[in-house]
């Protein structure tokens, strides 16, 4: 399965990984094209998994992946994707390669419902207030769509001719980013079929549009787990996008499409930071899918009862019915691939990441503390507790940033580059953007050493870095 | 070493000059080795470029034109592998060497990749950190506008008789259908043969053709000079004027983007459309297909195979081909053919009129042509529109073969010639098309019913523009957007509105990505631009050079994302694109620039002691070194003045910190004007000269 890009050494795609997938994969003996003819508005839905070729060719008619049309008669690598090609008008495929499941399907209602969203958000650009076009959040459980709604609209908000902002607080995939961060981009370029929203800039030509990201890190699975440092971290990333949008105004009319993760759905905290998310991006139309519970929860606060003025519309949004829920280990290889597309590129644009080999004493790394530090029953990270300096944090940031020397324990893991100086205080290492991402390649210890791959040739300088323990340790990257 | 002294000099530039000339007469097509070897020769002699650049210019005028694009090729190798001076010497012959190897090649492949190869002149070269283009502007413009000239002078030539074969600038040879027209002499023969069967239909056109004694009004109408031709009626005039004005509006386009290949080829096929409607107007449902083709032209066509433009082409060219009912001899005159009339409104007389020329003699020619086992003329790899004009020529030729071949019964084998497209049902409709609208036009009835036709025709063209016209599409665009409010009710009913407002209000897309864009001028400007960045992405990429060691850029923090105007680099000119990111930036040092010395194009930092060109500033008109400031009476990079300057304020302490923020900042300027890779290695190199300077200063 020579997959470029991907079947780099050490992706982790152990063959034991596969069979998860219910082990019907066997290995492909021959690569036989097979044609598929969908009738109008339905779809083709796929699992194909990483590692496995899985193309798909449009012979004719028109379709589209998530709103990004497919060229016709262009092969498009779809490998390690889970979705779904669907049309309007009709078409014809070819196929070629294994999936763990594919099948056409006739209920379409959702997409129905979602261009019709499309033409609402339209109409709303077009009318759009002095305070700018529709800022959209989209909630729901896990595995429900929100991400592919979002992207299908931002899609066809761009090939409308608008530039929205896509905003993702999803810290367990990265958009435009390694996982662990949170993205702002306003998106200008077409859509990718294959990679989405593009590709962070890099130095040389591409092929796959560029987007030039805002990234925020939160080193955390779960929006529960640090809520402080997520609110934190929406705020400032608000107050980003806000005056971006006052800057630019084809940008301000086509508004915010803000994609969560389905830690939000959290009864127990009130939903606590949705309200913030409300409240600081100032939106105007909830999106619901996949959760009457949600929806009516959100219906009774935001829209029931409340002066015209100050109500936000509630929608439910259909679930498609091809939602698939994405394992653990599916999205543990997505978190890898995403960290190697990183620092390698991808299979047309591939990248020299750089080594960098420095002395500890010329490192201020930080260490976002996990949530169960606090109750002090940590054991892996718990070794550097002799440096922690209780004074550091001076306005408020109790301790969840501490400052450490290296250990071997940070080999393997990303750490985080922020724009401001080693020596700031804690709610500034908190709040700062991301310059880029390091892996921690090796902690020589007794030499006072530490190794970094690096996406950039150039030093970062006297910049605090932030080790947490999310994304999870990936040991082989290098390998 | 007697080489070295003037005189000598003198000798060994001829000499060298000389070997150079010979190894440029060995070289008889594209060989890489031997064009390497050359550009070789001429690196490391460029104390001789002024000789060698002569001979070269000498040798591509004086050379068989075969021979000049490798010769060209040479001179493409030279300018991009060496560069100054050849550029200089060899930028001033330019004009006349291109024009002059251009005009001498009527091979539309050579034209071809001469147009390629003055394209990539306007670009840097690939791979080079020089941003400049191979040529400046200022010696390429005039190329490209006299070929835009060139073109346009050759369309009106098409729109005068041509009565002698065109000389000089011809983008194609001589369409084949001239010679077959002069080659078919009025045989009396013939005449008789034809006079037995075409008076009983036609009496009262013999009397009207005494020249040829053409009883036929095909016969007439194939063996009639061009010149008679041109006095055709008017409706043909309002197609040709149609063509025209879908050529202005093109060459406007091309003139808007010169290197759009699309709006190249489109012009090129439209132009022998052109000529061949100049040279036989068509009729009936030839000339529907030629209004066709220019609609769907006019359209904006997708570039690669686009069935779609003409679903009705088979139908179309099936109807008037009456194989069937030329079967049975005994069965003439043959009615027309009903449903063809019905399903297109033309008049009866277009249907009809054909079919009475048909002979029992014509018919077995016919037969015996068909079976000679002659394979379909039609090229059924040209899959598409595009293809139209050489695939009607080879037509045209194949009909002329035939007619020499038979000289006794040419109009049977034009016949047949005419029928062998019409009995290969299974070619697909594409494939059928290009060869009709001539073909067709050969037999085709006399131009007087063209009028009702073109009537006829008229009243069908709006549906058919239904297949993507451009016209109504702004209206469109503005009328049909539906107002959804937010509500839930909204959702549910399905607006196919909003389906076409995505799809088909954007007709022309992009076949590498499938981005779409407007059928109005914006959207072909912008899919002409494009197109173009598909195309210097792919050169690009496709650079050795470039293609290896590329990594990941910083993200930008959160002024600069702020800042930042998100846009299209893949619709945006360059220019457009430079303002955006440079309206909101400071003058900064990288900005400045001094005009250069006459004389002067290269110059040594005398702080860095890094290599400074010269480039030309559009803005300034001048030749000027960028990113350059005067520093002690001479021209030294301005970022490194700064450096010295800021480090002569500061500390040395201070100073290895502006070294080091220097550096870290290099990485976020990526953007910026100076080639990055040097950045970094100057501002250090900068800094610490800075602290050199300072200490001399000091």
Known sequence: MALPGLSLPGLGLQPSATPVYGGAAPPPVEQ???????????????????????????????????????????????????????????????????????YSAKETEYAVEWLNLHGMLETARDEAQPDGGPRVLVVGPDHAGKSSLVRSVAAWAVKAGRTPTVVNLDPREGMLAPPGSLTAAAVASQLDVENGYGIPPISGPTVTPIQTPLIYSYPYASSSEKPAVYKALLTRMALSVTNKLEEDATAKQSGIIIDTPGSLNDPKSNYDILNHIVSEFNINLILSIGSEKLLNDLTRRFSMGKAPGESVPVLRISRPGGTVERDAVYMKQLRMSQLRQYFFGNAKEPLNPHSHSINFGELGIYRAKSSSDASNTSTGFGADDDDYTPNFGTTGSDGDFEKVTPSAAMTGSLIAIKFC??????????????????????????????????????????????????????????? | ?????????????????????????????????????????????????????????????????????????????????????????????????????????????????????????????????????????????????????????????????????????????????????????????????????????????????????????????????????????????????????????????????????????????????????????????????????????????????????????????????????????????????????????????????????????????????????????????????????????????????????????????????????????????????????????????????????LQSLQSILPPASQN??????????????????????????????????????????????GRRFLANDEGRAKKARHLDWHFRTNQRMADPNTGRGQHRSWFVDEMEWIRLTEFDPSTTTADAAIAATTAKKQKGPQDQYVRAPAGVTRNTCSICQEEMRSSYSE???????????????????????????????????????????????????????TPDSALGKRKAEGALAGAGARIKMG
Not at chain 2, 191 to 211: D, E, I, M, R
Not at chain 2, 628 to 636: D, R, T
Request: glycine share 6%.
């Open chain 2, 468 to 513: 993507g016209t451009p016209t109504m599409i702004p209206a469109q665009l503005v009328a049909s957007k539906p107002r959804i409010p937010f509500s839930a009710a909204a959702l549910k009913q399905f607006r196919p509105e909003l389906v076409r407002s995505l799809y088909d209000e954007q007709p022309n897309q992009c076949s590498n990505c």
């Open chain 1, 32 to 102: 036989i094209a097979r044609r598929e003819d969908l009738p109008p508005q339905s779809e083709w839905r796929f699992e194909a998994a990483f590692g496995q070729q899985y193309n798909i060719r449009l012979l004719s008619g028109q379709a589209e992946l998530f709103g990004v049309e497919l060229a016709p008669k262009q092969t498009y690598n779809l490998s390690g994707c889970k979705g779904a090609i669907f049309t309007w008008q009709g078409c014809q495929l070819e196929i070629t390669g294994d999936a763990e499941s594919e």
């Open chain 2, 1 to 453: 070493m007697a080489a070295r002294s003037p005189r000598g000099s003198l000798s060994g530039a001829s000499d060298i000059a000389s070997d150079f000339e010979d190894s440029l007469k060995d070289l008889q097509r594209n060989d890489r080795f031997a064009i390497e070897n050359l550009t070789n020769i001429a690196r490391e002699s460029t104390e001789h470029a002024q000789a060698i650049s002569r001979v070269l210019e000498n040798h591509i005028k004086a050379t068989a034109p075969t021979r000049k694009l490798p010769a060209l090729y040479v001179l493409d190798s030279i300018v991009k592998n060496v560069g100054t001076p050849y550029t200089v010497y060899l930028g001033r012959g330019l004009y006349s060497t291109f024009m002059e190897s251009y005009g001498s090649n009527n091979d539309p492949t050579t034209r071809r990749a001469m147009d390629n190869l003055l394209k990539t002149w306007k670009e840097p070269v690939p791979g080079s950190m020089d941003h400049r283009p191979v040529f400046p502007p200022d010696v390429v413009r005039p190329i490209e506008s006299a070929l835009i000239r060139w073109k346009t002078g050759m369309l009106q030539k098409q729109n005068q008789p041509q009565l002698q074969p065109q000389g000089g600038y011809r983008s194609t040879a001589t369409p084949p259908q001239y010679n077959g027209q002069y080659a078919v002499p009025p045989v009396p023969v013939q005449q008789n043969a034809y006079n037995a069967f075409g008076s009983q239909q036609t009496p009262q056109q013999l009397a009207g053709h005494a020249v040829y004694h053409t009883p036929t009004p095909m016969q007439q109408h194939y063996a009639a000079p061009p010149t008679s031709v041109l006095h055709a009626p008017i409706d043909v005039q309002v197609v040709k004027a149609d063509i025209s004005s879908l050529i202005s509006r093109l060459q406007t386009q091309f003139a808007a983007a010169p290197y759009d290949t699309q709006v190249q080829t489109k012009l090129s096929q439209i132009l022998d459309l052109q000529r061949a409607v100049d040279a036989k107007p068509p009729f009936g449902d030839s000339l529907r297909q030629v209004r066709d083709i220019v609609a769907a032209l006019a359209a904006g066509l997708p570039p690669l195979p686009a069935p779609t433009p003409q679903p009705h082409a088979p139908v179309q060219w099936q109807a008037p081909t009456p194989t069937p009912q030329w079967q049975p001899p005994a069965s003439f005159p043959l009615p027309y053919q009903p449903q063809t009339a019905a399903s297109y409104m033309q008049p009866p007389p277009a249907q009809s009129q054909p079919l009475p020329i048909l002979t029992p003699g014509a018919l077995s020619s016919l037969q015996a042509l068909l079976a000679n086992g002659q394979k379909p003329s039609t090229p059924q790899m040209r899959t598409a529109v595009p293809a139209l004009s050489s695939a009607s020529h080879t037509q045209l030729n194949n009909v002329q073969n035939n007619v020499a071949a038979a000289p006794t019964a040419n109009t049977a084998d034009l016949l047949a010639a005419l029928a062998k497209s019409g009995m290969f049902p299974i070619m697909s409709a594409p494939n059928a098309t290009p060869s009709v609208p001539f073909s067709a036009s050969v037999a085709a009835p006399p131009a007087s019913s063209t009028a009702s036709l």
């Open chain 2, 619 to 673: 803005e300034l008109q001048d030749w000027v070194f960028m990113n350059a400031a005067m520093y002690n009476g001479k021209i030294a990079h301005a970022t490194c003045v700064e450096e010295i300057k800021k480090s002569s304020l500061q500390s040395a302490s201070g100073a290895m910190a502006a070294a080091l923020s220097g550096a870290y900042a290099g990485g976020r300027r990526q953007r910026s004007e």
């Open chain 1, 421 to 479: 100086p080693a020596s700031s205080d804690g709610d500034a290492v908190r709040d700062s953007a991301v310059m880029g991402f390091l892996y921690v390649a090796e902690v020589d210890e007794a030499r006072k050493k530490m190794r970094f791959l690096a996406p950039h040739p150039q030093r970062w300088g006297d910049r605090a870095l932030v080790w947490g323990s999310w994304p999870e340790v990936v040991a082989d990257l290098l390998t």
